[in-house]
């Protein structure tokens, strides 16, 4: 069975940078696009962007145009998201979300950003 | 970027009752890539419709999307218990990929 399983909550100063990863099993990879999606608390839910595993090639969210970089190791079907010069507003869940109709999610990962 | 509008932040219904959730977006939306999610508390969304109008593997017929263009609709037939949450329409026909902001259904 399909199944992205992300790693543990975090905790960060402002200014500092977070890396989240998504390890993948139960399908071929490269074969679906990931993306990631961020919901702060008690807000609702918002698309950061895309890569594909396969070619690496990646889209992103305006909003987080040159903070955020995704990135994915096809060897051990993980992909990764980095987000920089974080602020306390970057203070939330995120989740990697493989495409497809069968509408699969990790986990979640809370970030929280504080002095 | 497109803008989706979910008119109604809560609907409060009882079990049993039928539920009409609106997402209208505000320009149309490419290929009729609507998803709608369903969220509960310390949950993951779960996906219910994609393609404005198909159901994700498993979920119950009571659930279905219809819409085209810019304007979307999830209904629920027939509220059960585990039916109450927060339900998010999405948008994955051109980035980015945007959601709205959300209608909680309650219990009345």
């Known amino acids: 069975q399909v199944q992205l399983v992300q790693s543990g909550a975090e905790v960060k100063k402002p200014g500092a940078s977070m890396k989240v990863s998504c390890k993948a099993s139960g399908y071929t990879f490269s074969d679906y696009q990931m993306h990631w999606v961020r919901q702060a608390p008690g807000q609702g839910l918002e698309w950061m962007g895309r890569?594909?595993?396969?070619?690496?090639?990646?889209i992103y969210a305006q909003k987080f145009q040159g903070r955020v970089t995704l990135t994915r190791d096809t060897s051990v079907n993980t992909a990764y998201m980095e987000l920089s010069r974080l602020t306390s507003d970057d203070t939330a869940v995120y989740y990697c979300?493989?495409?497809?109709?069968?509408?699969?999610w990790g986990q979640g990962t809370l970030v929280t950003v504080s002095s | 970027e497109i803008v989706l509008t979910q008119s109604l932040g809560t609907l409060s219904l009882s079990p049993g009752e039928r539920a009409t959730l609106s997402c209208r977006a505000s320009q149309s939306v490419s290929s009729n890539y609507l998803a709608w999610y369903q969220q509960k508390p310390g949950q993951a969304p779960r996906l219910l419709i994609y393609?404005?109008?198909s159901r994700a593997t498993g979920i119950p017929d009571r659930f279905s999307g219809s819409g085209s263009g810019t304007d979307f609709t999830l209904t629920i037939s027939r509220l059960e218990p585990e039916d109450f949450a927060v339900y998010y329409c999405q948008q994955y026909g051109s980035s980015p990929y945007t959601f709205g902001q959300g209608t909680k259904v309650e219990i009345k």
């Open positions: 393609g404005a109008s």
């Open positions: 890569i594909n595993p396969k070619s690496g090639g990646t």
């Open positions: 979300v493989k495409e497809g109709v069968d509408g699969h």
